[in-house]
């Protein structure tokens, strides 16, 4: 087994990590289709992860009935001090980008309908070139006007704690309203996904 450096041969496969990643969430016994479907892979190539983790001691499986059942091995070291850490920190990213866009907004709280979150960040389909699409609802042209410097501070903020940039689509009401009876593109791919911060839900917004 690899001791020094270990992170470089986790971290170098990423088929290895998301099996991990899909583990430690669940933390539960899965077969070796289910967790091929669960993260989107082969099955064939899955297997052969798998097989590979087993023989690092990352994982456990154990023979019930005809399937072969997988878990992550928590009482591992290298899994409770090294990825575990990991893995928690990865997982509050997202939620602590939510408040900081709920912080930097917090002074126009008033000046504002509806926050979300709308394309790939959504669908958890983002790249690394991936901008964080996000809708911002004024309720006016004078608000909307005075959320634009908000959002110029916000996305600085970004940029320099997270490597990322945000994507702001400012609108009024009224804008989106019209937009929506117009059957604007854009429009309808927001109201079939988003995930709302802060405010009104899209639908009701424009209904």
Do not use: C, W
């Amino acid at each position: 087994m690899k001791i020094h450096n270990k992170l470089d041969e986790l971290l170098k496969n990423s088929s290895k990590v998301k099996i991990l990643r899909f583990l430690f969430s669940e933390k539960d016994e899965h077969t070796g289709r289910a967790i091929a479907r669960a993260i989107n892979m082969s099955v064939s190539s899955t297997y052969e992860n798998l097989q590979n983790l087993k023989e690092e001691g990352l994982i456990s499986l154990r023979k019930k009935g005809n399937s072969i059942l997988y878990s992550i091995r928590l009482e591992n070291q290298i899994v409770r001090k090294l990825l575990n850490p990991l893995f928690k920190q990865e997982q509050s990213i997202f939620t602590d980008i939510i408040s900081l866009i709920k912080k930097s907004l917090s002074k126009n709280t008033l000046k504002i309908s509806s926050i979300a979150f709308f394309g790939s960040v959504v669908r958890k389909e983002e790249t690394v070139k991936s901008d964080i699409d996000l809708l911002v609802v004024a309720k006016n042209r004078q608000a909307k006007t005075e959320i634009t410097k908000a959002l110029d501070s916000l996305n600085q903020d970004i940029a320099k704690k997270y490597g990322a940039a945000i994507s702001p689509y400012l609108v009024t009401k009224e804008e989106l309203k019209n937009k929506y009876i117009s059957k604007k593109a854009i429009v309808k791919s927001i109201l079939e996904n988003n995930q709302l911060i802060l405010g009104e839900p899209i639908e009701r917004i424009i209904a």
